[in-house]
């Protein structure tokens, strides 16, 4: 492989890499700061992904397709097409806002139930989602699959450089997000979350109202999803309900959280980085070791060894000091405060 | 009864809380039975009796963590049976744990900084688009904890994460995090349950300022007799989920029900 195609090659793995760490940081929100165990990502990549691609892909030529009707095709409303894609960022917009009305029915129905129900509640959602795109294929085509996805600002650059263009949208979007993510949880808002996550009697107890945070989490970390869910469509270009299977689109991203360090949003981008490394790296190894089942083992592996030598992830969760403003005693009581 | 100090028998403090017949199943189990009591506003007042006889269970439905299965509680004035914890904290209650809940992960400032009611930086649009008052805020209520935590002696711990604390150091957090709330009425639940002399004397010093400084009142379950018959005016005794005695701690001492609900039988009657 020459020069350029091996940084070919990483644009496109670092594209991957962003479009994961912005759904580590969503379930950074939902698991790493406020303790929601979700287990149906796959449900809000999916929704988010069909959602802006339906949007903006052409409609299917009847001749061809007499089952699949759908297809927004907003692209080619010269209403939006201010020369810069408008219509792409009300594709991301309408897919955060789907994921988030689906999220906000989710969470008023299970987030005053035990934790359990939620997780059950995801997992749920997450296959009926798969099985909704799979078997009704006036929708997007079925198994067969949504293509002709349109590119962002296709126009701009030659078909061979898209890429580097890409990478810079998706880390535009990445940066904004985390942004937006850090703001929220180093709040007092997010010292809320925290609480709950630590003890939601005593949090209860401290005059918040629990089931309220809860949804608010939930809605805001499940919309953070839905983009990362449209940027991935706009990327990959192909969408099937077979891309969404839970291990590709759940398990990977639970291991980002896991391996970069759950409750810091540093980590959550690290960790998408590291997992999806050794998920793309090891399709060079040879023979039998690039199957795909011995690379899932490998993360398997890495999610291992990380519990055993560093259980809060690479960064782990970083404790917010304050500068003392008074002078310290100089030593402690030795009266026996232990 | 005694009187507060100061104060004419005339202008004799109102109730701050009534609790009305309340009784509360847990299954076949009756916890709380049809108890009745009040609490006078700017008062100390001691509620004892033999494990088991309904006190945290009363703690519990004052604050809202359960709901009565009959009877009717009033604070300040207001009907709060039903209302749930975040509601009863709003109304100016606010309760501490037998067993101290402190939140591990985070750090002993950030136990208190939780605390204060209706922060603007809690909405999440305020935390995007006015992040200066929010930052201001944060500024007025790190002020606020630090001056707490000068209070109960936990200054030196301000970035310890309260996990790390030691038993008696979390029960000064807990007491700590209800002086943040600016309540009406705390509710201390075994306060000195595990913590040495030492550490009891400072509590107990921080209790008596928070009354007479801050105008809280008191409502406490403790098994130390000695800090209770020191502490609480008056004493409130609890057996099998009702009232049997209150009054001063002497005579609720020497009253032959509390007797018996203590030792399990008359010192007259039959072993």
Redesign the interface.
């Known amino acids: 492989m020459d020069l350029s195609g091996i940084l070919d090659y990483l644009v496109g793995f670092a594209i991957m890499a962003m479009i994961y760490a912005i759904f580590a940081l969503g379930l950074n929100v939902h698991w790493g700061f406020t303790g929601l165990f979700n287990i149906g990502i796959a449900g809000f990549f999916a929704l988010g992904a069909y959602t802006a691609a339906l949007l903006t892909s052409p409609p299917p030529d009847p001749e061809q397709f007499e089952d699949f009707i759908f297809g927004g095709n907003l692209a080619q409303h010269g209403l939006l097409n201010f020369g810069i894609d408008l219509w792409f960022v009300v594709g991301i917009a309408a897919a955060a806002a789907v994921c988030g009305i689906v999220a906000l029915i989710i969470g008023t129905i299970t987030l005053r139930l035990n934790d359990d129900y939620l997780s059950i509640a995801t997992l749920g959602i997450a296959e009926s989602v798969r099985f909704f795109f799979l078997n009704e294929k006036w929708a997007a085509n079925g198994s067969k699959g949504l293509y002709r996805i349109p590119k962002f600002m296709g126009d701009l650059v030659a078909p061979e450089n898209y890429d580097y263009l890409y990478l810079v949208v998706v880390l535009i979007v990445l940066a904004l997000l985390f942004a937006?993510v850090q703001?929220?949880v180093r709040?007092?808002?997010?010292?809320?979350l925290?609480?709950i996550?630590?003890?939601e009697?005593?949090?209860?107890?401290?005059?918040?109202?629990?089931f309220h945070f809860k949804l608010?989490a939930f809605v805001?970390g499940s919309m953070v999803m839905g983009i990362g869910g449209a940027l991935f469509a706009h990327h990959v270009r192909f969408l099937s309900p077979l891309t969404f299977d839970p291990l590709l689109a759940t398990f990977v991203i639970w291991a980002m959280l896991m391996v970069g360090g759950s409750?810091n949003n540093v980590g959550a981008v690290l960790g998408a980085f590291v997992v999806w490394g050794v998920w793309a790296g090891t399709q060079f190894l040879p023979g039998v070791f690039a199957d795909p089942s011995f690379r899932l083992c490998m993360i398997g592996v890495l999610i291992v060894a990380i519990m055993l030598l560093r259980p809060g992830g690479l960064v782990g969760?970083w404790?917010?000091?304050?500068v003392?403003?008074?002078a310290?005693?100089a030593t402690?009581?030795p009266?026996?405060?232990? | 009864m005694l009187g507060n100090e100061g104060k004419s028998e005339l202008t004799k403090s109102p109730p701050i809380l009534r609790v009305h017949d309340v009784t509360k199943d847990f299954g076949g189990v009756r916890a709380v039975d049809r108890c009745s009591l009040t609490v006078m506003r700017g008062t100390i007042t001691g509620l004892i009796g033999p494990n088991g006889a309904g006190k945290t269970t009363l703690f519990n439905l004052v604050a809202g963590a359960l709901a009565p299965t009959g009877g009717e509680i009033f604070f300040d004035g207001r009907q709060i049976s039903g209302l749930r914890p975040h509601q009863t904290f709003a109304r100016g209650l606010m309760r501490t744990f037998q067993i101290p809940r402190e939140l591990r992960r985070m750090t002993v400032l950030e136990n208190l900084m939780l605390v204060p009611a209706r922060q603007s930086g809690e909405r999440l649009w305020a935390t995007w688009l006015t992040p200066w008052k929010v930052a201001r805020e944060e500024h007025r209520i790190q002020a606020q904890a630090l001056e707490v935590l000068e209070l109960v002696n936990l200054a030196h711990l301000v970035n310890e994460l309260a996990g790390n604390l030691s038993g008696g150091q979390k029960k000064l957090l807990e007491l700590a995090r209800t002086l943040m709330a600016k309540p009406k009425m705390v509710l201390l639940d075994e306060p000195g349950a595990g913590i040495n002399r030492t550490l009891l004397r400072d509590l107990s010093a921080n209790i008596v300022r928070a009354s007479v400084e801050r105008d809280v009142t008191f409502f406490i379950i403790e098994h130390d007799m000695r800090f209770v018959m020191t502490m609480c005016d008056p004493v409130i005794v609890m057996a099998n989920g009702s009232v049997i005695a209150e009054g001063p701690p002497p005579e609720v001492q020497r009253d032959p029900e509390v007797l018996e609900a203590y030792l399990g039988g008359r010192p007259d009657g039959p072993a």
């Open positions: 937006a703001r929220a709040s007092p808002w997010g010292r809320v925290r609480a996550r630590e003890d009697t005593a949090t209860a107890a401290a005059g918040k109202n629990i608010q805001f409750g969760e404790r917010r000091m304050v003392r403003t008074t310290p005693p402690r009581d009266t026996g405060f232990d």
